[in-house]
DNA sequence: CGGTATCCAACACGATACTG
DNA sequence: CAGTATCGTGTTGGATACCG
């Protein structure tokens, strides 16, 4: 199963659920690594930082989130042999676009927002 | 709770779960909105031919996906009055640049995979 | 401080059946 | 054809407790 799609005049394929970089793009764009991928923009973070910056993560959910960024190769992580631990985040050369690209759309939609609900009250009352 | 991120120039807020742009974000970004709006870049499309070309989804998560977006005014669902129904989908003004973004980041990551695959083979034997 | 392990609730999602 | 309704389940995700 492949869609063909095509952007700026470059073809872009969209594989089934197997395809592999169906599951990078679901990584990159999931609920936590969006607003990690944004904070990231503006520097290294430690881990307790990017919680508080985020606000509303379970300690959990954001060492997931971390973990798979930098393994996909996102995000690099640097622990420094201290005690107490002291951990730094930062996005690497191959992140930093992905980043861009994401707060990028984050940008975009915070500006469209009245169009939004103008749209959204357009439909709740046809409904 | 607010995160000060600069794009381009610009300064991009992402406040905490409860910001209205960040729901539309995960609207826009979720599995399934990301290939409908792929899709939708090529052109008006029917239920039933999104349903085929994008493989796997369920008609319940479908209708959901796109309700949502044409909620969001980010789709425009046109009923033809004839039997059997037929029902034409469509990116409106809104939707046409959120599309372009979200395949334009589909389409970077295609790209980007053969060194998601060398970092992913990096951080597995680290581990 | 920066995590991991465990448990549990919510819900996202798919399968199926049904309808205008 | 284009959905809606209902049900069952598997995953997501938060809370809590604990560890190096």
Redesign the interface.
């Known amino acids: 199963?492949r869609?063909?799609?095509?952007?700026?005049g470059?073809v872009?394929?969209?594989y089934?659920?197997k395809c592999?970089?169906r599951a990078?793009?679901?990584h990159?764009?999931s609920?936590w690594a969006?607003?990690v991928l944004?904070?990231l923009?503006?520097g290294t973070c430690r881990f307790s930082e990017l919680r508080r910056?985020?606000?509303?993560v379970s300690e959990k959910m954001l060492a997931q989130t971390l973990r798979r960024l930098?393994?996909?190769?996102f995000v690099r992580r640097v622990a420094h042999p201290v005690i107490p631990p002291h951990v730094d985040y930062s996005l690497?050369e191959?992140g930093e676009?992905?980043a861009?690209?994401?707060?990028?759309?984050?940008?975009?939609?915070?500006e469209?927002?009245p169009?939004?609900s103008?749209?959204?009250a357009s439909?709740?009352e046809r409904s």
């Open positions: 199963m869609v063909s799609v095509e952007v700026d470059h872009v394929d969209v089934d659920a592999p970089s990078v793009l679901e990159v764009t609920r969006v607003l944004a904070i923009l503006d910056r985020i606000g509303g930098e393994r996909d190769g690497t191959l676009p992905a861009r690209q994401v707060a990028g759309l984050a940008y975009w939609i915070e469209q927002m169009a939004v103008v749209a959204r439909y709740d």
